[in-house]
């Protein structure tokens, strides 16, 4: 076997595990072995975007004004969470979508089963990239977890290539403070089909929430468009 060949079958199904480098006896997570994703801590309820309050439901009314309530899965201080995002990422490990969207499963199970929520009148709504950089990539990881957690909520429709990037802004990762993340992500969005949106709650798809400004602008361009509901699901918020 030729080293390019076997580098190519290691990307698409690893031999070991990609946090404890153990061998992987079984592959149902694709990438990590069974234990290291039972070291992932899921979380079971919905925060405020602004002030992180605990909220037993999706209905934010200690902070209105940022329109939408955060439903993290996850932290990503922990290790393994931050391992398989950088992974898929910046490695183009695109089998780490598989325990990514594992933990927004059973994330969801728990915000469910611990509130009055139902998911009624839903669509998702992938945070996009600019073309730009989307090609530069070759994906965009929020809308691979589009596809995964559509499936798992019956079928929720993704509103693709509906919200979509018209600025190719600088990475937020980048930017030293929440005010300079602010300026940067500020009318990046637009709504090309206001169709799909109108009358709406939307589940608003990210991987990581940091300072809350991409979600935030995000959730202004949706409101604009005539969106209900919206909640903003990441993986893990820092």
């Not at 390019?4 to 031999?15: E, H, M, N, R, V």
């Not at 932290?75 to 391992?83: A, G, H, L």
């Not at 709504?191 to 939307?202: A, F, G, R």
């Amino acid at each position: 076997m030729t080293h390019f060949l076997k580098l190519t079958l290691d990307t698409i199904f690893p031999s070991q595990c990609l946090i404890c480098k153990k061998k992987l006896e079984d592959q149902t997570l694709k990438v990590i072995c069974r234990n290291c994703f039972e070291k992932i801590e899921i979380n079971s309820g919905f925060t405020c975007p602004r002030c992180k309050k605990r909220l037993y439901e999706p209905k934010n009314d200690c902070h209105p004004e940022t329109k939408f309530v955060l439903g993290a899965a996850s932290f990503f201080e922990n290790k393994i969470v931050r391992e398989l995002i950088h992974a898929l990422k910046y490695k183009n490990l695109k089998s780490a979508i598989e325990p990514l969207s594992r933990v927004l499963e059973l994330y969801l199970n728990k915000a469910i089963k611990n509130s009055d929520f139902k998911i009624e009148n839903f669509i998702i709504v992938p945070v996009p990239l600019h073309k730009k950089k989307e090609r530069m990539r070759g994906f965009n990881q929020a809308q691979l977890l589009a596809q995964k957690l559509s499936f798992f909520l019956n079928k929720t429709p993704i509103a693709e290539n509906s919200l979509i990037k018209i600025k190719n802004t600088k990475s937020q990762t980048e930017l030293k403070n929440s005010t300079e993340r602010k300026e940067n992500i500020k009318n990046s969005f637009g709504v090309k089909d206001p169709n799909q949106i109108q009358n709406k709650n939307i589940f608003l798809l990210d991987d990581v929430f940091t300072s809350g400004a991409t979600m935030q602008e995000a959730t202004t361009t949706l409101k604009a468009a005539g969106a209900k509901k919206i909640i903003g699901l990441v993986i893990a918020r820092t």
